[in-house]
């Protein structure tokens, strides 16, 4: 075989035949993105290609005046010496893997993907591949994620006794994604509900999609009065604790992420309860995705990278291996900041410092 | 067992005490006393025994999820909580069966599974696993495993019991106190209106607080009497009838590791109490707290190490003399009544913690300014008037330590840490410019807030340069300033000495790497005992 149709730089996943970069982490030339969270739409590339439906997402979070292309899922273009395609990954709106092929070799990169069912975004498509790029943010076998109905009626349940109580339920949740799959779960609310700044901003692309979402509204002073003591507002998990909060009087707190099945995690949020839902694969998810793929090759990347590794070698006899990176996986903070984060006006958490500020200063 | 889990589950899941109490009374009314006997034991952090291997729990949980054991271990890797990552692996079975109450579940499936052979243990805990739910799994281990904890303080569960029982906070504390075993005749006796128990009860030991930044806030010193605060074990030596115990603060009875002391205290008079600290003493000074801990937790101590290891008790207040309480008596009257007592008893092993004086703030001071060369951690202040309270009231008694000392080091390795910390990078290894080169002088786990945590978790994952094993070496980027509380020369550390108690103080965000500091300076504090 030649060379690696995908390899690693300092700015990213590069592929040197079609001359672009995927899911880049400093600005380059020709960007192809995922989907337009902020760990993989950053700002500043000279000309992004991403699927048609998250089009008006990665605008949203790139630089004004941005060149963003898009591609229906399963489209092909012909980029330098390869064939490119999108198709769907399962994650949020307009999340797709990135289908490369050169010369009958075929490569996907699958960027953040789920294979559990989202009435917000298209299903997670298996592409058979010969090499197969796969995430393991949750890639041990302790995420076993619940049946996300069961966890709706959780929420509704959680929600109906804190306005029994006369509490209102702030339920936090990562801007993008996640809080519009949480509100999709809600579509006969028992209640009024409030949104942060920061999400009422991306409810917008959501509903011109045609996507079914219960009436909410930005969660202004007045309305606050309006919610206070019944209703549920959604914010993103940096506005806990904030004195944004305050307005909304009692609060029982809860936070949505795949991170709440642990109990460590769990406690450290200081969150009255925490909710089980995720938009990447748990184990399971992870094992029945790549197998789908038929690939004999997988790379692994971002998060629990060597067990997985050393579960499909040994246990499943793939020729895998560890995709390294400059950026390892996503922490149950990590995933917020770069969510959040220049998205949330003045509760957001201040993502500056080294953390963000040195990838880009160095060089 | 369920009820038990529903109780624990909300303790654990909320921080605020209001709701904790509340959920606790409402546990202890409606449930039977031989449950909540229990249920206190545990709450109380009473210590567990192991009832069975670890290693075949993680064999078993193997076994039953179909997975190969070094991915439970890696498992386990990742969660830090053994009891958690096999509630988690260990597939449900959708039990429709109620377990038994508490008492009974512990009796069979926690003491009872101690007692059975390997494949009996592994027949009982196969089939606990199919009658329970993750979150009840998760406690079954946590019992089995002797390590059952919880995030509610003592004083909040004795606060509910004296509600249950409708008696003041301070008695359910003394009736706590001492040995009981969790039987339903210890509930009755809890919540009874007389006094029983165990005759060699301690009583409940009187906590401080940290002094404030400006100690004139506190009022004049002259209405303080203030020692040495001694770091060592705080016990409490109970003599009556012919019998003498030595309590931890945690309520253990450690006799054990002192032999020499409990033999000595035999001097005293029956229906004597006294409140002190147990030190590793040599001559004329303490020996320091690593000697110290080579005491602790022994059944019996052997006679190489009782004479390499010399110890005392350092008595702080009299509790009780001739059988009678003195608790509300004032501090001065306590004071006069000690000293009269260790002086006449002239044991060898029983010293006082000397009073400081000082009419005024500043020579109080300077008085303290002087603990690191006496080998003590600062100075105790106790209000004159004051009576011996229970628990940790504020007002009293204060703690006045001396201030750590304090380094500006660089982030050089960073590891995931565990339970609360599991899936973050929490764990760092800093340190300071020797020659060009950076030398680890230091690990450090707490000091900064979660957020700070989050931030540095992020810092960690985009700067990876290396790893070995779990250990992520990154770019040295990152200062902190960390406080400690002594420096000893080690040979296992490469900087050739270790730090006591490092923790960071915060986050230097201002500072550059270049700006850390020298392993020179670091050599110049060892050399400075002040």
Redesign the interface.
Known sequence: MSRDLVTTTEDGLWCEAGGFHIDPWRPVDRAVVTHAHADHTRPGSGRYLTAAPGVELVRLRTHAGAVVDGLEYGERLTIGGVQVSFHPAGHILGSAQVRIERAGEVWVVGGDYKTGADPTCAAFEAVPCDVFISESTFGLPVFQWPDPEKVAAEVRAWWEGNAANGRTSLLCAYALGKSQRLLAGLLDPPGPIAVHGALDRLLGPYRDQGIELPPTEYASVEVAKEVRGRGLVIAPPSANGTPWMRKFGDVSTAFASGWMTLRGPRRRRGFDQGFTVSDHADWRGLLGAIEATGASRVLVTHGYVDPLVRYLSEERGLRAERLDSRFEGEGDGTEESAVSGEADGPVAEPVTGPAREAPEGRS | MRRFHGLYRTL????RTSRKEAALVEYFEATPPADAAWAAHLLLGRRGRRAVNTRLLREWAAEK?G??L??VE??YD????LA??IA??VPDQGSVREPEGLAEFIDRRVLGLAGLEAAAQRELVLETWADLDAGER?LFHKLISGGFRV?VAGGLVARALAKVAGVDRATMMHRLAGRWDPTAAAWEDLMSEDEGGDPLRPYPFFLAHAVPAEPAELGDAVDFQAEWKWDGIRAQAVRRGSETVLWSRGGDLVNGGFPEIVKDLGGLAPGTVIDGELLAWAGDRPMGFHELQRRINRKSVGKKLREEVPVRLMAYDLLEEGGADLRALPTTERRRRLEALVRAAGLPRLGIAEVVEGDSWEELARARSTSRQRGVEGLMLKRRDAPYGAGRPRGDWWKWKVDPFTLDVVLVYAQRG????????TDYTLAVWDNGELVPVAKAYSGLT??E????????????TDRFGPV?VV?P??VFEIAFEGIQPSARHKAGLSLRFPRIARWR?DKSPADADSLDAVRALMGDPS
């Open positions: 654990d899941a909320t921080t999820s997975l190969p070094w991915l890696e498992s990742a969660v830090g909580d958690e990552t988690l692996l998760f995030g565990h339970g609360r910390r599991a899936s973050l990078y979660d957020r945590i989050r931030r540095v978790d992020a810092f960690v994952r985009r700067h990876i992520r770019e980027e990152l965000e």
